[in-house]
């Protein structure tokens, strides 16, 4: 059988052993807070800013996988909806998603869930697959930003691209960079919890 068919555990999994619906709710809940923070550290371009989104989805699917991921991340964005003000620039409501970020937004889901099989596949352990799960986001969230983008606007691809992606480049690979130093280290703590429990 190929390693990668067999599921890995979670870092959720590895930390918390005695999971309740009490935990998940509220580890859920300080998701939706983590990423209204990380969506509000940003350099504001029009007309998508510059946010430290996405290190939050990596963050988020890395920690739940595929299923809880995908809770945490569709809590964020009802809660954007409901009209907390958790999208970037504090916004909310349903003109966010129709907006020109509204493509973004939707593209977290995907992102979150893919990236959260990833995970459970043993995926995301070392610094290159690390680099992997985080490339196939980026790849899956410029696919669903971009065509959103494109729709809003209605510029032409080359312009979209510029408003959309170009910017984001540099950003994107100091975020990739920086998961690749910073997460091997939360793998190696959580396997020591689970060996002390």
């Not at 430290?52 to 990596?58: L, R």
């Not at 593209?107 to 290159?128: D, H, P, Q, S």
Request: proline share 3%.
């Amino acid at each position: 059988m190929n390693v990668h068919e067999t599921r890995y555990k979670t870092l959720y999994e590895m930390i918390f052993h005695q999971r309740t619906i009490i935990l998940d709710i509220f580890m859920v809940l300080a998701s939706v807070v983590f990423m209204a923070i990380m969506a509000n550290l940003q350099i504001p371009l029009w007309p998508v800013p510059i946010t430290m989104q996405t290190f939050g989805i990596f963050l988020i699917a890395f920690f739940f996988g595929s299923r809880k991921g995908l809770v945490a991340i569709a809590a964020y964005v009802l809660a954007g909806l409901l009209g907390f003000g958790v999208f970037a620039g504090y916004k909310s409501g349903i003109k966010a998603i129709l907006g020109p970020t509204g493509g973004y937004i939707i593209g977290f889901l995907f992102m979150a869930f893919f990236i959260g099989l990833m995970i459970e596949k043993g995926y995301g352990r070392t610094r290159k697959s690390i680099l992997l799960c985080m490339l196939a986001g980026e790849i899956i969230l410029y696919v669903f930003g971009l065509v959103g983008l494109q729709l809003n606007i209605g510029t032409s691809i080359l312009k979209t691209l510029q408003y959309g992606l170009f910017p984001f480049i540099i950003g994107d690979t100091l975020k990739a960079f920086m998961a690749a130093a910073f997460f091997p280290y939360l793998w190696q703590g959580a396997e020591k919890l689970e060996k002390a429990k």
